[in-house]
């Protein structure tokens, strides 16, 4: 059996979304970029880079725009973590999409091609396993129109609507279909470089409108996670967080991650 049977494609990249303000963090993100920002003392995206690493992603794309030279700069080339680094840099940000297809010659030789690439947002903790994700992206590869799949969480406080239903075929509904529990959209999903293709470079363009579209057409998937996940909003999420990750450390290896 190949030792190597279960690593990611080499053309399988990830993508960190770091180019956001931060409005609701100031004043903690005057000064510095929010995906900088520590947290059981290490920065919040350097989380993310090393639960990538452990999973196998060595090729990683990150987009900035505000303060975006800081993370350049705290990151560099990767090496440290074992990954290699590749900054997409936004004069401002693009938006979620925007973003994406600005960064498209960094995910892949041939957009149009139709490359799967996992894309994580650098502001959130989890502990979920992104080597979970690699067989849902060979099944997405080579399909004859561009899909998705997203990892769904139960409901935060701050979103008890959700996003999206998820249907025992594991395909989502509009949030409130029959049947279907509705859940929150984690910030962790995987997407077909065709979806990003036609957009112009530099043009600011939101997600959310891909996402209906996809959902609508049965063409978005999904998968429930309930492990550990925090969307970190705010300087007082922010404070919790870190007290909740010190306070793991401090009990031991064995401890459970905040929840």
Same mark, same amino acid.
């Given at each position: 059996?190949?030792?190597?049977?279960?690593?990611?494609?080499?053309?399988?990249?990830?993508?960190?979304?770091?180019?956001?303000?931060?409005?609701?963090?100031?004043?903690?993100?005057?000064?510095?970029?929010?995906?900088?920002?520590?947290?059981?003392?290490?920065?919040?995206?350097?989380?993310?880079?090393?639960?990538?690493?452990?999973?196998?992603?060595?090729?990683?794309?990150?987009?900035?725009?505000?303060?975006?030279?800081?993370?350049?700069?705290?990151?560099?080339?990767?090496?440290?973590?074992?990954?290699?680094?590749?900054?997409?840099?936004?004069?401002?940000?693009?938006?979620?999409?925007?973003?994406?297809?600005?960064?498209?010659?960094?995910?892949?030789?041939?957009?149009?091609?139709?490359?799967? +690439?996992?894309?994580?947002?650098?502001?959130?903790?989890?502990?979920?396993?992104?080597?979970?994700?690699?067989?849902?992206?060979?099944?997405?590869?080579?399909?004859?129109?561009?899909?998705?799949?997203?990892?769904?969480?139960?409901?935060?406080?701050?979103?008890?609507?959700?996003?999206?239903?998820?249907?025992?075929?594991?395909?989502?509904?509009?949030?409130?279909?029959?049947?279907?529990?509705?859940?929150?959209?984690?910030?962790?999903?995987?997407?077909?470089?065709?979806?990003?293709?036609?957009?112009?470079?530099?043009?600011?363009?939101?997600?959310?409108?891909?996402?209906?579209?996809?959902?609508?057409?049965?063409?978005?998937?999904?998968?429930? +996670?309930?492990?550990?996940?925090?969307?970190?909003?705010?300087?007082?999420?922010?404070?919790?967080?870190?007290?909740?990750?010190?306070?793991?450390?401090?009990?031991?290896?064995?401890?459970?991650?905040?929840?």
């Amino acid at each position: 059996m190949n030792a190597n049977a279960n690593a990611p494609e080499p053309a399988l990249k990830a993508m960190i979304f770091a180019a956001g303000r931060g409005e609701r963090m100031r004043p903690l993100t005057d000064a510095r970029p929010k995906p900088l920002l520590p947290a059981g003392g290490k920065p919040l995206i350097v989380w993310q880079i090393e639960a990538l690493a452990r999973a196998g992603f060595t090729d990683i794309v990150i987009n900035h725009a505000w303060l975006g030279q800081q993370i350049e700069d705290a990151l560099g080339d990767g090496g440290c973590f074992g990954v290699r680094l590749a900054y997409s840099a936004e004069a401002s940000a693009l938006e979620t999409a925007g973003g994406i297809a600005r960064a498209l010659p960094l995910l892949s030789a041939a957009p149009a091609r139709g490359d799967i +690439f996992l894309a994580v947002s650098g502001d959130i903790f989890t502990d979920f396993d992104y080597r979970a994700l690699l067989p849902r992206a060979r099944a997405l590869a080579g399909a004859p129109e561009p899909r998705m799949h997203l990892v769904m969480v139960p409901n935060p406080p701050f979103h008890p609507g959700g996003d999206f239903a998820l249907g025992a075929d594991g395909l989502l509904r509009p949030a409130g279909s029959a049947g279907a529990a509705s859940l929150t959209f984690g910030n962790i999903g995987l997407y077909d470089t065709r979806m990003f293709a036609d957009i112009e470079p530099g043009r600011k363009v939101a997600m959310t409108p891909y996402y209906h579209a996809a959902v609508a057409a049965g063409l978005a998937s999904g998968e429930r +996670f309930d492990g550990a996940w925090e969307n970190v909003g705010t300087p007082a999420q922010l404070a919790g967080l870190d007290a909740a990750l010190r306070a793991a450390a401090g009990a031991g290896a064995g401890a459970a991650p905040p929840r």
